[in-house]
């Protein structure tokens, strides 16, 4: 039933041509090569060090792991992280 | 621009540890704190936090249960006090501020370009006229009717643009640049002849208006009339009825022998700098100068005075200035120009000769230049065999009332 209403919605959306990132309150992520990356649509920071950073969204988490991670700037609306980025997973 | 925003509203680095510290960053993105540079090390987190989200931070701080402790303290917020504990820089400040604003509401500096018939001196008196001046309040200026006034007083003046640009005015000028034409009226002239400048043979001769009296060929003197002004004329039976006078108009080049001769004393003095200077700095404020008192630097001495003034006062011309005054001991010594020496003067001063002929439209066809000592002296003299023009205007000769009507007879 969940997953039906959930499929229902996304054909909607995907047939009104709405963004996603604010319909689904799916997680946004920009990634500039593998040094900077861009943030929208987040909860907030599970955790964060150094080779990890991991991040709650509304639907999942997501992980960037690398080494010199560090957040240049942090607000309630985006984020940014850089340093080394060496994988992005979706958990 | 973010950065200046930030420094204006000041920020602190934070240091912060204890139970939870990625709650405490959510928690203050919750509530809207901005949070930057957030780095780790360790155990331990640094970050940005501004002013106005540290003191939000007491309630965060005991529900995460993390420790907070400033770094350092950043911006104008943390930067004004500590300014205001030093009086004199700020009194200091104040008074470079108000001095600026206020000298900026005066001229101080007027430059004129353009102009070359009317010389500064005329310009400056006329200017002294309408009380425009060095130091004159900006706002008793009326820049159009200066403008106005300028093309009124000064008739060959085409444009005038005044501009007045910081504390200086500019004053662009246009003068009208091609020769006034003299409007002669050919009805009423008293008529004029062109007559010889010099002995010689006439080479060309293009005749626009009177009547040529020689022909090309000819070997005229110095003052033969060789266009006359008056044309005759004549009745039925080739007697002369009456005169009409016209202003003679011709180009006439002639061959003739123009010399020039120059002399040069035996000796003359030079400067020959010992290699003693001395210097001295001084600032003028106007027709102020100011300098230490000074006794005379040597015997015999020159002086060498470069001023300058600031570069910050081109824009906001302030009249100071300062320089430097360098005296330099000379003595002068006697010498005796070699003949080779003399020669390359005298003929210095022959290629000048010639270069002045040439401005006047003279052709040289041959010359002959010696140079020889005579008496105490060197002297140079030549004969160049030349074409150029040659005629000048002269009134013509009327004939005498009545020769007219004998002629007639």
Redesign the interface.
């Known amino acids: 039933m969940n997953r039906n209403s959930s499929q229902k919605k996304e054909a909607l959306v995907e047939s009104l041509k709405l963004p996603k990132d604010i319909c689904m309150g799916a997680l946004k992520v920009t990634l500039t090569g593998n040094r900077e990356a861009w943030i929208e649509n987040y909860?907030?920071?599970?955790?964060?060090?150094?080779e990890q950073i991991l991040l709650q969204g509304k639907t999942c988490q997501v992980c960037f792991e690398g080494t010199r991670l560090?957040?240049?700037?942090?607000?309630?609306e985006d984020?940014k992280i850089s340093g080394c980025i060496a994988c992005v997973r979706y958990l | 621009m973010i950065e200046f925003f930030k420094y204006m509203k000041g920020y602190l680095r934070i240091r912060v540890w204890g139970f939870s510290p990625e709650r405490f960053m959510n928690l203050c993105s919750n509530k809207g704190i901005l949070l930057w540079d957030i780095v780790r090390e360790g155990d331990v987190y640094y970050m940005c936090i501004n002013l106005k989200g540290f003191r939000a931070l007491r309630p965060i701080v005991r529900k995460t249960g993390t420790k907070v402790a400033i770094l350092e303290k950043y911006g104008l917020p943390f930067f004004l006090p500590k300014l205001l504990k030093r009086k004199v820089f700020v009194a200091g400040l104040l008074l470079a501020v108000t001095f600026w604003t206020v000298s900026s509401r005066y001229v101080w500096n007027i430059e004129l370009t353009g102009n070359y018939q009317v010389t500064n001196d005329m310009f400056d008196s006329f200017l002294q006229e309408q009380h425009v001046a060095i130091g004159m309040r900006r706002n008793a200026l009326d820049i159009k009717e200066l403008e106005k006034e300028i093309r009124r007083q000064f008739p060959q003046v085409t444009w005038a643009s005044v501009r007045l640009t910081g504390t200086k005015l500019r004053i662009d000028m246009k003068e009208n640049d091609t020769p006034a034409v003299e409007e002669r009226e050919n009805a009423g002239t008293e008529g004029s002849d062109l007559v010889a400048e010099y002995d010689g043979v006439i080479v060309s001769m293009i005749v626009r208006s009177g009547v040529p009296q020689v022909s090309v060929g000819d070997t005229v003197e110095a003052g033969t009339v060789m266009v006359d002004g008056k044309i005759p004329i004549y009745n039925d039976d080739a007697t002369v009825r009456e005169y009409r006078y016209v202003d003679s108009d011709a180009d006439i080049v002639m061959e003739y022998v123009c010399t020039f001769s120059d002399s040069l004393p035996f000796d003359y003095v030079k400067k020959e700098y010992t290699g003693r200077v001395k210097k001295k700095n001084y600032l003028r404020v106007g027709n102020h100068e100011l300098r230490l008192p000074q006794e005379r630097p040597f015997l015999v001495y020159d002086s060498l005075i470069r001023e300058s003034r600031p570069l910050l006062f081109e824009k906001l011309s302030v009249p100071v200035f300062w320089g430097t005054c360098t005296h330099r001991e000379y003595q002068n010594v006697e010498y005796e120009y070699t003949p080779q020496e003399a020669e390359s003067e005298l003929n210095k001063k022959l290629i000048s000769f010639i270069a002045s002929l040439e401005e006047k439209g003279v052709q040289i066809i041959e010359k002959n230049v010696k140079i020889d000592i005579s008496g105490d002296s060197w002297a140079i003299s030549s004969e160049f065999l030349v074409h150029g023009p040659a005629g000048k205007s002269a009134a013509t000769a009327k004939p005498e009332s009545g020769e007219t009507q004998e002629d007639a007879q």
């Open positions: 909860r907030g920071i599970l955790e964060y060090a150094e560090s957040i240049d700037y942090y607000t309630n984020m």
